[in-house]
């Protein structure tokens, strides 16, 4: 099936650092979102990057998007200990509506 | 900034009874979700909505399962008779589509249903 898939699993940096996590996936996509889960809670949605376009940026965060070899990347600048959370890539495939999600990075981020 | 509400946060019930899951999603949004997310596992989709009927459905979306829109504003998720299995968060997502662009989804805050 079409999902995202995440790497690495988990992540720990210390705060001031920039954190990278990449997604993986199968088929051709519409879009590819980046959500952020506090343990527990709801999904916060933090980009969408589409088909078309190759990088986008949003404050402290920078997502990469390449086609070519169906990946992404998230990169946090600057961490601070709020950014302690996990990290999903949800792809939406070519005529779909719906999102398919991976299993998350989970960073940690050290005062 | 307008988002996607739900109630309850937390609905704890016996296994074989019914629950209602509710959601309200963005106003001007036309389509509508709902995924689950298994402790620990990946968030999976499990139903979307658009025009007043089911858009697609996942295997998960049995015939326990149903949606409805009963008015302008609420979007809900009835389960017939819980199982264990089906103890899990529920999330409720929106997205406006317009033109043929596809937008954010957007989560609410989540249902944990836990059944006993």
């Known amino acids: 099936s079409q999902q995202g898939e995440e790497d690495p699993q988990a992540l720990s940096i210390q705060e001031g650092e920039n954190a990278t996590m990449n997604c993986s996936y199968k088929?051709?996509?519409?879009?590819l979102q980046w959500y952020r889960q506090n343990s527990g809670r709801g999904l916060v949605h933090l980009i969408l990057i589409r088909s078309n376009e190759r990088e986008k940026h949003s404050g402290r965060l920078r997502v990469t998007l390449d086609t070519s070899k169906k990946s992404s990347s998230l990169l946090i600048t600057a961490s601070r200990a709020a950014d302690t959370a996990s990290y999903f890539c949800a792809t939406e495939i070519l005529n779909d509506y719906k999102l398919s999600f991976g299993a998350g990075t989970t960073v940690t981020v050290r005062a | 900034e307008p988002e996607v509400t739900q109630t309850p946060s937390h609905q704890v019930t016996q296994m074989g009874q019914e629950v209602i899951l509710r959601c309200v999603p963005i106003?001007?949004?036309?389509?509508f979700y709902w995924y689950r997310q298994i402790l620990g596992q990946k968030v999976e989709f499990l139903v979307s909505?658009?025009?007043?009927?089911?858009?697609?459905k996942s295997e998960i979306f049995d015939d326990q399962f149903s949606v409805e829109r009963p008015d302008g504003s609420n979007f809900t998720l009835k389960i017939r008779s819980t199982k264990l299995e089906d103890s899990a968060m529920y999330f409720c997502?929106?997205?406006?589509?317009?033109?043929?662009?596809?937008?954010?989804?957007?989560f609410g805050p989540g249902t944990r249903l836990t059944v006993l």
């Open positions: 088929t051709s996509i519409n879009n």
């Open positions: 106003s001007n949004h036309l389509y």
């Open positions: 909505f658009y025009n007043n009927e089911i858009s697609e």
């Open positions: 997502a929106s997205t406006q589509i317009a033109g043929g662009t596809h937008n954010e989804q957007f």
